[in-house]
């Protein structure tokens, strides 16, 4: 008969500085991700450019859906108002840019509108296209 008294000091250890590592890669991932995802997008199909430039100025995002719906920021404008609209980012903003967005089967004749519309107001306007 084996009447030894167990040792005590013996005693179950967790180690959790693994799952410190795996929930700050968790968090890190999530914040990430949310940072890309944009809810207010308006889908079109853009034309496609082998050049491209990004910029930081001040920016307006007009956009023309396929149905010719005008949107400017977000927000639905009749394209009678545009105008007036445009007038009113001028004045808050020295440095202007129009980022024109507009699905490609829109006939040329609407773009050029509102290029004209950025000319009076002397607005630069750049047409965003999707790179290949």
Do not use: C
Not at 50 to 65: D, E, P
């Amino acid at each position: 008969m084996n009447l030894r008294k167990r040792q005590r000091g013996v005693s179950a250890e967790v180690h959790t500085s693994a799952m410190n590592d795996i929930m700050f890669f968790l968090l890190l991932f999530f914040l990430i991700a949310s940072t890309l995802t944009n809810p207010n997008v308006i889908k079109l199909l853009l034309p496609k450019s082998k050049s491209g430039k990004s910029i930081s100025k001040k920016t307006i995002n007009v956009t023309i859906s396929k149905d010719l719906k005008y949107t400017v920021d977000n927000k639905d404008v009749a394209l009678a108002d545009l105008p007036t609209v445009l007038s009113g980012y001028k004045k808050m903003a020295t440095e202007l840019t129009i980022v024109l967005y507009v699905d490609k089967t829109v006939a040329i004749q609407d773009v050029v509108e509102i290029m004209d519309i950025s000319q009076k107001l002397n607005i630069k306007l750049v047409l965003a296209t999707v790179p290949k």
